[in-house]
């Protein structure tokens, strides 16, 4: 009939009109070019334009970098694309807490290792000021700020990252329980807070107690004379993957295996295992339990225990995998069943001994012609950084004090934050 004729024309001619109209707005969409007025709103941006990549910031002092430092950088990376991190000065530190442990410069190593993060700014300030924000704002590009859900106050009581949240660029994320820096120079001041204040208690005993085990303390209480709570950290499979690879060796991949307690993870061992992953293709850390480094190194290690040491070492860049539990002498099953092509030892370590052991733990791949000693970058171990803080442990045990009371309103204080 003609009028269906005419019906079918017309919705050509109308279909041929919306496709035109629709391929002009398309070309405009791609361009980022639409007019405004049309309904469509402003927040319309083109999937096919190149999106400006959100950057965040976090700073901190990452002093004796630990598992809840790194947790605490993978959380803010989550929140961006490019994660941008401050790093504290030593005298920023020295006016707002007391002495810093490591000083910038072994800080600097420890951050920069960790595979979230993209930039390192050194001598941040402590207090987010409004010039600084400024700074983040225009000269890094930063949107927004990150820090945990654990109050960061100023000595006069005021909010570190008030300009940040008046400005309404601030984010919070999850703090990372079972572990502090505090804690931990806690778990270390612990072994000499009944010590005699006669001289017969000196610097030099207390050092020994680490590494023997005398005049061990016994507490129940889960906190020490110090102010220190000590924590108990719950390992999770869910963490242990999120700090993962999740990647294997390519076919042809050269494995290259080092092994230790890697206790205190410090600059010293970010060092080497950066001088280790350039002989090689995939990098194999073996981690020895906490029995083993007790029976080797003294009662009162590891400091850390197995899944925190595990956590520390995960979160370097330079890691590919570890095995947790690692056995202390690398048999001939091991170095077939992961395929390892060369096993390495660096020249700085806690001891030597292994040399001169009746049963050399690097005998077998020794004996294949697999094994090298590497010269290590940087002269610290464990025992350096314990010697520093027993050295100067009345100091740590007023900055410690100075802290139980924030550490106790959080706890007490504290809620369920969701997004870890």
Request: aromatic content about 8%; glycine content about 8%; some cysteine.
């Amino acid at each position: 009939m003609v009028w269906e004729k005419e019906k079918i024309v017309g919705t050509c001619l109308l279909g041929g009109a919306a496709f035109a109209v629709g391929a002009s707005f398309l070309h405009l969409f791609i361009k980022g070019d639409l007019p405004l007025g049309l309904g469509l709103g402003t927040s319309l941006v083109s999937p096919f334009r190149k999106r400006k990549p959100v950057r965040v910031y976090m700073d901190g002092c990452f002093d004796m970098m630990h598992y809840g430092h790194c947790n605490a950088l993978r959380q803010a990376r989550a929140l961006g694309d490019q994660l941008v991190v401050g790093v504290v000065s030593d005298e920023e530190i020295i006016a707002n807490k007391g002495p810093p442990v490591t000083p910038l410069h072994e800080r600097m190593i420890m951050v920069k290792a960790v595979k979230w993060v993209d930039e390192v700014i050194p001598d941040a300030p402590y207090a987010i000021t409004e010039e600084f924000m400024k700074k983040l704002f225009d000269e890094y590009q930063i949107d927004y700020i990150i820090h945990g859900d654990d109050p960061c106050v100023l000595p006069d009581g005021t909010d570190a990252y008030a300009h940040a949240k008046k400005a309404g660029r601030y984010k919070q994320i999850k703090r990372t329980e079972g572990v502090s820096s505090t804690d931990i120079v806690g778990r270390m001041l612990l072994c000499v807070r009944e010590r005699s204040v006669s001289d017969s208690h000196s610097h030099s005993s207390l050092q020994r107690q680490f590494s023997h085990g005398h005049n061990s303390p016994r507490f129940d209480d889960g906190v020490s004379s110090a102010g220190t709570r000590v924590s108990h950290f719950l390992p999770t499979s869910r963490r242990i993957v999120q700090f993962s690879n999740g990647k294997g060796p390519g076919p042809d991949a050269r494995i290259v295996y080092i092994d230790g307690a890697f206790d205190l993870f410090h600059a010293g061992h970010v060092e080497i295992l950066r001088r280790a992953r350039e002989l090689g293709d995939f990098l194999l850390v073996g981690i020895h339990n906490d029995q083993t480094v007790s029976a080797k190194r003294g009662a009162h290690r590891p400091i850390m225990n197995l899944h925190e040491r595990s956590l520390s070492v995960l979160a370097c860049r330079y890691v590919d995998e570890v095995i947790i539990g690692a056995p202390w002498e690398v048999s001939k099953d091991t170095i077939t069943t992961f395929d390892i092509s060369r096993v390495v030892h660096g020249t700085v370590a806690e001891s030597d001994d292994f040399e001169r052991e009746e049963e050399n733990p690097y005998a077998v791949p020794k004996s294949m012609g697999i094994f090298e000693v590497l010269e290590s970058p940087l002269d610290i171990t464990t025992s350096t950084i314990i010697r520093r803080i027993v050295a100067n442990h009345e100091a740590y045990q007023k900055r410690n004090l100075k802290k139980e009371a924030s550490e106790k309103k959080y706890y007490e204080q504290k809620a369920f934050v969701s997004g870890d």
